[in-house]
Structures are given as C-alpha cells and as structure tokens.
C-alpha cells in the first residue's frame, strides 16, 4: 500500500469528523428538522451540517482552493488552484427514511490553465455506518482502507451484477430508463438500486458489482466515483463512449469487456427509441 498523501489524509479527517456526526443525527433521524428543496428532494439539518464540517476542515487545509458544493454552490478559490467538489450527504433520501446507505463523498479537481475544469486528481468516499474509506489518486490506485481495488473479472453479462439509479418524481427521464433497462435487464444476472451513486461507483471499483448506469446526475454525485472506477481498471465514459473527467449527465462502467457489452445494448436501445419517437 502507498503512503496517504496529505491530501488524502486531509480529505478523511474532515470526512471522519462529518461522518460523526451524521452518525448521531442518524440515530435520532425521526427528530430531524426537514425542510423540502424540491420536488421529492429534501435536504436535512444533518446535510447542512456535515456540509458546514466539511468545508470549515478542508478550507483550513486548502486555504486557496475552492468549493463545489450540493448545497452551498460554488465558492470560487484563488486563480488556477483546484477545488474540491462535495456531496455531503449521498443518499438523502436512505438517510431520512432510517436506510443504512448514504456516503460522503470528495473530489479533488485540478484547474486547467485557461481556468477550465479538468482533471479530477483524488478523492474519498466514505459510508459512516460502516466506516468504510475509500480512497484514490490519479495513477496511485484505488483503495478500501489499506487494499488494493479492481474491478471484477467477469467477462459474461449473463454472470453480471448491475447497479443502476431509476428516475423519480422531478428527476430522470423515465422514458430512457425503461428503454435501457428493457435491453440491459434481460441480458443480465440481476439489476440493483440502492440510492447512492458514490457508492455504487466505489462498488463497482471494489467487484461487488460489474456495472453502472445512470443520468441526470451532477458533478458531486459522481466526481469521486469515477476516478474510483478509473483507478480500478475500469472504464467510465457517458452514452456515448466520451470519457469526461467527470461523467454526471450520463454515466455508463464497468470493466473493459462488460463496458463494451452494456453500451453496445444501451446503444441500440436509445436508437430504438429515437426511432419510435420520429
């Protein structure tokens, strides 16, 4: 295993301390003070708060770097130095209804020199309950603790595990969904929700699933996770086969073989139903 960098180190002191505290509110989640944000989409006191932890503890570390966040928005840094982008609370919904799977995830983005967003350089995903961390750094690897990750071996869509995100009220296209999981589903060896992107990802890096699909997710959902993936020896890339550094609006991975394979499908797919809606 390599040395954490400090920046890692940094990353999972403030997310420890957020974590903390997420596990108390947690415990009492029946007493939390919920305030609606949109349709079907509430933010609690707990997400503001471990919001609030994550910034004090990364902006005492990073003083120039700026912010990204769910709930807070952008808070720009000085010129040319990264940010991080945050999600606070991943899996909102889990959280409120008393549902052990919701993660805190950090991204480490560089800044390109016209002063564009490029390249994510490491990140932490971290579940509280579980004390699960998960780490990586451009070309260091991907890691849960001190193992090393891969993504899964298996070649076989008839032997995949694949996670997916399903529209809900005021979010997704569910016309696409159904089109894709219509041609993905049936090839497959069993299609899992769980309702917290940043873990499927971290997930799918450690081979307890072969894929992921999703869109109209936003950049803290996924910045982590796909350099997670990436790290692992997978493959991220959106509908179309482009590779971003953050892949939110449409995100499709696994590893190479599988890649293939479930884009091939939901290719063919979305062309269908194109088609049908001439």
């Known amino acids: 295993m390599p040395a954490k960098t400090g920046l890692i180190t940094v990353m999972e002191r403030a997310a420890r301390k957020a974590g903390t505290r997420l596990r108390r509110d947690f415990s009492e989640v029946e007493h939390l003070q919920v305030s609606k944000k949109g349709p079907a989409d509430f933010v609690s006191k707990a997400d503001q708060k471990s919001e609030r932890t994550l910034y004090d503890e990364l902006l005492k570390a990073r003083p120039g770097w700026g912010f990204e966040l769910e709930e807070g928005g952008t808070i720009e840094g000085e010129p040319g130095e990264p940010r991080f982008v945050i999600d606070p609370l991943d899996g909102t919904s889990n959280f409120l209804h008393s549902i052990p799977h919701f993660a805190i995830s950090i991204a480490a983005q560089e800044c390109n020199p016209d002063g564009s967003w490029g390249e994510v350089f490491a990140c932490l995903i971290y579940q509280p309950l579980t004390d699960e961390s998960y780490w990586a750094e451009r070309n260091r690897g991907a890691w849960l603790h001190d193992r090393r990750l891969r993504v899964s071996a298996r070649r076989d869509l008839s032997e995949a ?22 041609a993905i589903g049936p090839q497959v060896a069993g299609i899992r929700r769980f309702g917290a992107a940043s873990l499927d990802l971290a997930w799918l890096a450690a081979g307890r699933y072969d894929g992921f699909w999703e869109s109209g997710l936003s950049c803290w959902d996924t910045a982590a996770g796909c350099l997670m993936v990436r790290e692992a020896g997978g493959f991220v890339t959106d509908y179309r086969g482009r590779s971003p550094a953050i892949a939110d609006t449409q995100v499709l991975a696994a590893n190479d073989a599988l890649h293939s394979k479930l884009h091939k499908l939901l290719a063919q797919a979305l062309k269908k139903q194109r088609e049908l809606a001439a």
């Open 161 to 182: 595990l694949i996670a997916t995100g399903v529209p809900y009220k005021g979010h997704g296209d569910m016309d696409e969904w159904n089109a894709v999981f219509g």
